[in-house]
């Protein structure tokens, strides 16, 4: 069974940066889409950012491009985002999400697997 463990979340203030991890075990992940989801308290849950395990072509939703980073590291098995310039409205719960079969990468519905979330908060 496919375990995604997220770590990293924090406080941190506007402008500064912060690096998640997502420790993937339990599956064979060159064929996998990886991705980052947050959730912000009263709103539905965002598409951030994704990337193909074999080609590492990424993926970023509107709010974050230029300012995050996805990748990942095939040999730890881990996948990263790095969040720079970060601002009050990118606090959220961030969630690490894996499938092996993702047609369109932004649909939450297409992922089945899901690590259990990290806060992140930034302060103004």
């Known amino acids: 069974q496919v375990q995604l463990v997220e770590s990293g979340g924090g406080l941190v203030q506007a402008g500064g940066s912060l690096r998640l991890s997502c420790a993937a075990s339990?599956?064979?992940?060159?064929?996998?889409?990886m991705g980052w989801f947050r959730q912000a308290p009263g709103k539905e849950r965002e598409f951030v950012a994704s990337?193909?395990?074999?080609?590492?072509?990424?993926y970023y939703g509107d709010s974050v491009k230029g300012r995050f980073t996805i990748s990942r590291d095939t040999a730890k098995n881990t996948v990263y985002l790095q969040m720079n310039s970060l601002k009050v409205e990118d606090t959220a719960v961030y969630y690490c999400?894996?499938?092996?079969?993702?047609?369109?990468?932004?649909?939450?519905?297409?992922?089945?697997?899901w690590g259990q979330g990290t806060q992140v908060t930034v302060s103004s």
């Open positions: 999400a894996a499938d092996r079969t993702i047609n369109v990468v932004a649909d939450i519905k297409e992922y089945d697997f």
């Open positions: 339990g599956g064979t992940f060159s064929r996998y889409v």
């Open positions: 990337i193909r395990w074999s080609s590492g072509r990424t």
